[in-house]
């Protein structure tokens, strides 16, 4: 069983409206979570990094939310356009190893 | 140039051919790594170079084949591959365990 697990696999919604993707997470000991963003055919591109200290992070558009006591994190994209169709990646690290635990992505697609 | 940059971008190859995939990073980081990045699936590292040590070989098939000659290269030597080894194949780099960049791919489709 995969220790990053994300929710929805993939969610269709109009331009200018809001979704909120799930990040759910058992790996320990954690260090930090960080959110990717990946257009078709692209490599990753990293959007947020959170400690577990930090409750919440935004980037533009988008704000990621950490709730390290109950493994959660959530990435929430505001107004939404046409360019943010990609794919989002929830990456989980464990405290000072090259190795990360990936989620499979959840593919947003927005239409006008 | 700037970035993380692998070549080619696509390549397809017979089981029997030998083909090498490309990457070099000009940001100045210690640590370089190659994923595979299957449909659906969630990526997975292959190897992990630091300072060009080998510090990672994630029981990778011996038909992969990693080499790194310095701190800003690395190459994926590929030989007798399988179709299921088809796949978009990801370098990164990163200094220490920070934020990882990564290239732009290469989608490898072996016949």
């Known amino acids: 069983k995969n220790q990053v697990e994300q929710s929805p696999q993939s969610l269709i919604i109009l331009e200018g409206k809001n979704c909120t993707l799930q990040?759910?997470?058992?790996?320990?000991?954690?260090?930090?979570l960080r959110w990717y963003k990946q257009d078709t055919g692209r490599g990753p591109v990293s959007l947020t990094i959170?400690?577990?200290?930090?409750n919440t992070k935004s980037n533009g558009r988008y704000t990621a939310t950490l709730d390290a006591d109950t493994k959660q994190s959530s990435l929430h994209i505001t107004a939404s356009q046409l360019s943010d169709s990609a794919s989002y990646i929830c990456?989980?690290?464990?405290?000072?190893?090259?190795?990360?635990?990936f989620g499979a992505g959840t593919t947003v697609t927005v239409r006008a | 140039e700037t970035g993380v940059t692998q070549t080619p971008r696509h390549l397809v190859m017979g089981m029997t051919n030998k083909k090498s995939l490309k990457c070099e990073q000009h940001?100045?980081?210690?640590?370089m790594y190659w994923y595979k990045q299957s449909a659906k699936k969630p990526l997975e590292l292959m190897f992990v170079?630091?300072?060009?040590?080998?510090?990672e070989n994630n029981s990778v098939p011996s038909r992969f084949s990693p080499e790194c000659p310095n701190s800003s290269h690395l190459f994926l030597h590929l030989h007798t591959l399988q179709p299921e080894d088809s796949a978009l194949y990801l370098c990164?780099?990163?200094?220490?365990?920070?934020?990882?960049?990564f290239g732009e791919g290469s989608r490898l489709t072996v016949l």
């Open positions: 170079y630091n300072f060009k040590e080998q510090t």
């Open positions: 990456v989980v690290s464990l405290s000072n190893d090259y190795k990360l635990s």
């Open positions: 990040c759910n997470y058992t790996v320990s000991p954690f260090s930090n």
């Open positions: 990164a780099s990163s200094q220490h365990t920070g934020e990882l960049f």
């Open positions: 940001l100045g980081h210690n640590a």
């Open positions: 959170m400690t577990f200290s930090e």
